[in-house]
């Protein structure tokens, strides 16, 4: 994601939701499903998709500024631990 570049998921659940539907910069391709993998790289591949993915590459990008900034993450743990040392 911080690469810009789309991403291909063959992992289900949280991860699905993530990538494909919050950050919208990829495609979920069922696992143990080598024909379906292939179609979908050459699909991403494809030259008339150039900007489906450019704009799949940024909207990764951002999201993973937004929400896996190193220094959002260290902020937001210290304010969580803050917390719990505050209760006691």
Known sequence: MSCRKP???LIDGVSRQLV?????CGHYVEPENPALL???IRD???????EERR????SGYRYAKEHFDRRLLAAKYLEALKGVVGRE
């Open 7 to 9: 991403v291909l998921l």
């Open 20 to 24: 494909v539907e919050q950050a919208q």
């Open 38 to 40: 292939a179609q979908s």
């Open 44 to 50: 991403v591949l494809l030259k008339e998709r150039s």
């Open 55 to 58: 704009k799949m590459g940024e």
